[in-house]
């Protein structure tokens, strides 16, 4: 590749080193560090609460900074995740070459680079959500002979004082442009710089939610990424959210990933698009159609979809969100281009015509290969989720799908191809398995399909015991219905789980 064709990438190691982040070796981040006189280096992690830890060294001389890329450092394990034992608590994080980049808030030159975590006998630590990710697509590559990526939607709320000038309309903000729209510029900073940690962005934009509250603007945004090895995509979602968090600070706002801010008013998912690689090749689709495969996926999806919830549902506000009429999803179905289903499967330029000489009549006609961008979409993750468990969950269901005997009968039963929420249909409804509809219950759908998740080690017990004390922690089996019509209890729960994942 041409220095030309290095230069249009955004991570600057990239750039700088003319290599693909996969390719980066520990000669290269001295080389780098030295060219660029980096003085700190930062160590970050996921812990159980699903946010980002930060553990910071200075470069103090060439050999020490030789010991922390080599060696790492160790960490209390028992402060960082509930299901480790302060008696057996140390573990070891080491960086990951290829995750690095130039941390854009640091005041002094800084490398951040994300870790992952051994035990005390040098093997990594089975039970951490970044492993368990990784054994999750490794068995998939090993039953399947294919590889699981995916995409996320990141969708979230900027909050800051009222403008008067230029006001959206309320519930109408998909898309908008600015006057209307207050934070497109903040939303392009932050798509920068998440570019800049090396996050693979589709595009951004405004979202339907928008309101004002007690005199402050509530709008919401959303940004969505490419798809990629699902190990990069949780990483690149984990980033994302704490550069959009760090640069709200900067400017001031509030920011939120609440799966629910208000009563009536849209709340924030995180839609994750899947797809299935052989090589190259997409498998999502065969002669312009949905392939089997894929189908055969969706059916692992509608199987598993219950115990889902305990990894992409993580707090009461969740199923606030998860309620019919709000393009959020209550059933456990499937269908073409319908935002109100649990899995829908959106446009995937089938109709091999050529749009771009339509749109324009100057262009030479192409044969640019679209079969490639076919996905299918769960819809009812939100921002509590645990990005690493949740894509672990969803490649294991995948996978459990492509395995089962029948599963090609359900997805043909779970299909549907109308409003199911309109009067005339209700009796399909009433055929159709529903969505838990709290904590509690998502706790008693994952502990009754965790066997699945358990097989070939790809959840530790450990964890899924951890998960489902979290999910009972809340006793909110009755929660739903108790405060749905008290304002003020609401708002309470919603602050409560305001900085979730």
């Known amino acids: 590749m041409s220095s030309d064709a290095w230069s249009m990438y955004s991570n600057k190691l990239t750039k ?42 200075i470069i103090q001389s060439e050999a020490s900074l030789d010991e922390i890329l080599t060696c790492g450092e160790r960490v209390d394990g028992s402060s960082l995740f509930s299901f480790i034992e302060p008696g057996n608590s140390d573990l070891y994080v080491i960086p990951r070459y290829r995750t690095a980049f130039l941390d854009p808030f640091a005041a002094s030159p800084t490398l951040n680079f994300l870790c992952s975590f051994f035990n005390r006998d040098g093997d990594p630590l089975e039970s951490s959500p970044e492993f368990t990710l990784h054994k999750a697509c490794r068995v998939f590559r090993d039953v399947t002979g294919m590889d699981f990526e995916a995409m996320g939607e990141l969708e979230y709320y900027v909050i800051a004082p009222e403008d008067a000038l230029f006001p959206a309309s309320d519930q109408r903000g998909y898309h908008e442009s600015a006057p209307y729209a207050k934070f497109n510029a903040f939303r392009q900073q932050c798509m920068m710089y998440i570019a800049q ?3 693979q962005i589709k595009y951004g934009h405004s979202e339907v939610g928008n309101f004002t509250l007690q005199g402050k603007i509530y709008e919401q945004n959303e940004i969505e990424f490419l798809p990629v090895p699902a190990e990069e995509a949780a990483a690149q979602l984990l980033l994302a959210k704490w550069v959009l968090r760090n640069l709200a600070h900067q400017h001031g706002y509030n920011l939120t990933f609440a ?3 208000t009563a009536g008013k849209a709340g924030s998912g995180m839609h994750v698009h899947i797809r299935i690689m052989k090589g190259q090749l997409n498998q999502m689709q065969a002669d312009g159609q949905l392939s089997d495969v894929a189908r055969r996926a969706i059916a692992g999806l509608m199987t598993l979809a219950p115990a889902l919830t305990g990894f992409g549902n993580m707090n009461p506000t969740s199923y606030f969100r998860l309620v019919p009429h709000q393009e959020a999803p209550t059933n456990v179905c499937w269908a073409d281009c319908n935002r109100s289903v649990l899995v829908r499967v959106p446009l995937g330029w089938t109709n091999r015509k050529d749009l771009c000489c339509q749109a324009n009549p100057l262009e030479t006609a192409c044969k640019y290969h679209t079969g490639q961008k076919q996905t299918v979409e769960i819809r009812s993750p939100d921002g509590s989720a645990d990005v690493y468990l949740l894509l672990a969950g969803l490649a294991v269901a995948c996978r459990h799908g492509l395995q089962m005997a029948d599963a090609l009968e359900v997805a043909a039963k779970t299909y549907v191809n109308v409003n199911i929420h309109q009067a ?78």
């Open 197 to 199: 940690t090396g996050g």
């Open 16 to 57: 700088t080193l003319e290599k693909a982040p996969a390719e980066f070796t520990k000669a290269d981040i001295i080389r780098f560090i030295h060219a660029e006189d980096i003085r700190h280096v930062n160590f970050m992690y996921p812990a159980g609460d699903g946010r980002l830890k930060t553990l910071n060294f």
């Open 259 to 261: 799966p629910k801010i």
């Open 424 to 501: 005339e249909h209700q009796a399909l409804l009433k055929n159709l398995s529903q969505l838990p509809d709290s904590c509690a219950a998502s706790a008693d759908c994952l502990e009754a399909q965790r066997a699945v998740f358990e097989q070939y080690g790809v959840f530790s017990p450990s964890v899924l015991n951890a998960i489902l004390s979290q999910l009972r922690s809340y006793n909110d089996a009755t929660l739903r219905t108790t405060i749905e019509d008290d304002p003020e209890a609401m708002q309470r729960l919603v602050m409560q789980h305001f900085h979730c994942g």
